[in-house]
């Protein structure tokens, strides 16, 4: 079936550098695209979406690009910090209830 | 304010034996999800539910799951003679009529199945 999927399970980025996390998607029904940070123990937190007629959306140190010709979405952090460390999840709506649908995930390791 | 919260925040149980898992969603909110996620995996999806009705059951593994919703408010994830597989922790989520693109998790329960 058609599903989201992530290109690198590991990120290691020094601390101060741009992050940047890749995601594969196949649904091009979808109308939302959505990025999740998660802690440890803890559960998802929304961080930032865009809309499928957008290509570009930004937030606060983060800016989430959407390339529909290759079903291709990215989330970039700048100026990486300790506090991003985490696991980041891209997700899609797939439906008008809002029924997401998660990739595997990227682990972010910021080192000093 | 008061996010999402689920209890138990973990629970070990013995193969065969019923759980169920409670969700206290944010107050207004009239879309609840549960999903499920493995170790190191992403979330599944298991149930959706609009005020108390469930118009979208498909992610339930198999006729052991069940959900049910009082009104808008708290809502119950009962697994039947558990299962090791069962074993994961389960995520809450909700969110306002039409803005379920910004849905609130809750901090999930840890089900250990022995």
């Known amino acids: 079936g058609e599903s989201v999927g992530l290109h690198l399970p590991t990120l290691s980025v020094q601390e101060g550098d741009n992050s940047i996390i890749n995601c594969a998607y196949s649904n091009s029904a979808s109308d939302y695209f959505i990025w999740y940070k998660q802690e440890s123990g803890k559960g998802p937190q929304f961080i930032i979406d865009?809309?499928?007629?957008?290509d570009k959306r930004q937030g606060q140190r983060v800016t989430v690009l959407l390339n529909k010709t290759v079903k291709h979405l990215s989330l970039q952090i700048a100026a990486t910090q300790p506090g991003d460390s985490a696991v980041y999840f891209c997700?899609?709506?797939?439906?008008?209830?809002?029924?997401?649908?998660f990739g595997a995930g990227t682990q972010v390791v910021v080192t000093p | 304010g008061a996010g999402v919260s689920q209890s138990p925040s973990n629970k070990v149980t013995e193969k065969g034996k019923d759980v169920e898992l409670r969700c206290d969603p944010i107050s207004g909110h009239t879309a609840l999800y549960w999903y499920r996620q493995r170790l190191g995996q992403g979330l599944e999806f298991l149930i959706y539910f609009q005020g108390n009705s469930a118009p979208d059951k498909s992610g339930l593994p198999s006729d052991r799951f069940s959900a049910e919703r009082t009104g808008e408010s708290v809502s119950t994830l009962t697994i039947q003679r558990t299962q090791q597989e069962d074993s994961a922790v389960y995520l809450c989520a909700s969110g306002r009529q039409g803005s379920y693109n910004e849905q609130f998790f809750g901090p999930g329960t840890r089900l250990t199945v022995l």
């Open positions: 997700a899609e709506i797939t439906d008008s209830w809002g029924k997401l649908q």
């Open positions: 865009i809309r499928s007629n957008m």
